[in-house]
């Protein structure tokens, strides 16, 4: 677990909200789906608080160019966070 993680809310090219939880170095470890509102989107990182804990909620992937990635999966099974 990251000890005093930081999150940055921000809004894309297309006015939705995002965040990202950053290293300390402020290199990005997850990047979150658009959210409408910025509600949405700070419930988005309590799910990833709550989620990210346990190891069974991590799919690992690896992507076409043979880069390691994975999801965060939220209670439904869902991926919550991708990076």
Known sequence: MISNPK???????????RFRLQ??????ILASQGYVDKKGCLNGIESVRTNSVDE???ERKTAKNGQA???LLAKNKQPEIME
């Open 7 to 17: 999150y940055v809310v921000f809004r894309d090219s297309v006015d939705k909200y």
């Open 23 to 28: 290293a300390r170095n402020g290199e990005p």
């Open 56 to 58: 069974d909620n991590y």
């Open 69 to 71: 990635f994975f999801n």
